[in-house]
């Protein structure tokens, strides 16, 4: 772990380019008349990426909470594993599309191998673990990469409640045996049991071109 993020992040807020990709032309002319026409400012910009990726990550979580407590309602813990199996990623999806964005859910302690974190994804994701373990509170952040054309908004998730440890608690206390036997046919890695409440659970991590961030000012 570097100490320079690390302290950064509890600041609250940090900006740090990353590794230089090719951007379109067409992309960086329409960015720069928009902000032109509009007299926009980087911090103005980045403030509303700031809004719009906690309204964002906000909708994603109302939306999995909600379907999730449905399917425990209609089916049980064990049938709500099987929603999360099958219908997380695929909300997500839509939700992406619907915004023109990139959404996801990462950890290291992942139950889905999909959510493993990316190379961008993982300095920030063991910084907020970092305060995590030391007990210093993380707020959400934002990062330019792609030479300032794309926006990285990260959210820290928590264990919010009990309900929560029914399938990533400890295995034969909050796990009860049906529950952990679904766990272990669909996700034979999985490594995100043996939480508590207030436990990180991993961040979101939501990708914002900048030109859709400029759009809505």
């Known amino acids: 772990m570097k100490k320079v993020v690390i302290s950064v992040l509890a600041s609250g807020l940090f900006l740090a380019c990353g590794p230089q990709e090719r951007v379109s032309k067409e992309t960086i002319e329409e960015v720069n ?10 911090v103005e910009i980045l403030d509303e990426a700031m809004i719009w990726g906690d309204s964002i990550t906000s909708e994603a979580q109302k939306q999995l ?3 999730l407590q449905k399917a425990i309602e209609d089916k049980g813990v064990p049938g709500a594993i099987e929603f999360c199996n099958v219908q997380a990623l ?6 992406s599309q619907k915004y023109k964005v990139e959404i996801r859910r990462t950890s ?4 889905n191998p999909a959510d493993q974190p990316t190379e961008e994804e993982k300095p920030l994701l063991e910084a907020y673990e970092y305060n995590a373990e030391a007990g210093v509170k993380s ?7 792609e030479g300032g054309e794309v926006f990285l908004y990260t959210k820290p998730i928590v264990i919010p409640n009990g309900m929560c ?11 009860n045996k049906e529950t ?5 046919k669909l996700y034979p890695n999985d490594r995100a ?4 409440v207030g436990d990180l659970r991993g961040m979101w991590s939501v990708r914002i071109p900048k030109k859709e961030v400029v759009k809505r000012l």
Do not use: A, V, W
Not at 90 to 95: A, C, F, G, M, V
Not at 180 to 184: G, S
Not at 193 to 196: M, S
């Open 33 to 42: 008349e928009n902000m032109e026409i509009k007299k926009l400012t980087e």
């Open 65 to 67: 909470i909600t379907n």
């Open 90 to 95: 695929p909300i997500l999806s839509d939700l």
């Open 108 to 111: 290291n302690r992942y139950r």
């Open 139 to 145: 707020d959400p952040n934002i990062q330019k990469f």
């Open 165 to 175: 440890l029914s399938c990533h608690g400890e295995p034969g206390k909050e796990i």
């Open 180 to 184: 952990l036997e679904k766990l272990t």
């Open 193 to 196: 049991t043996g939480h508590k």
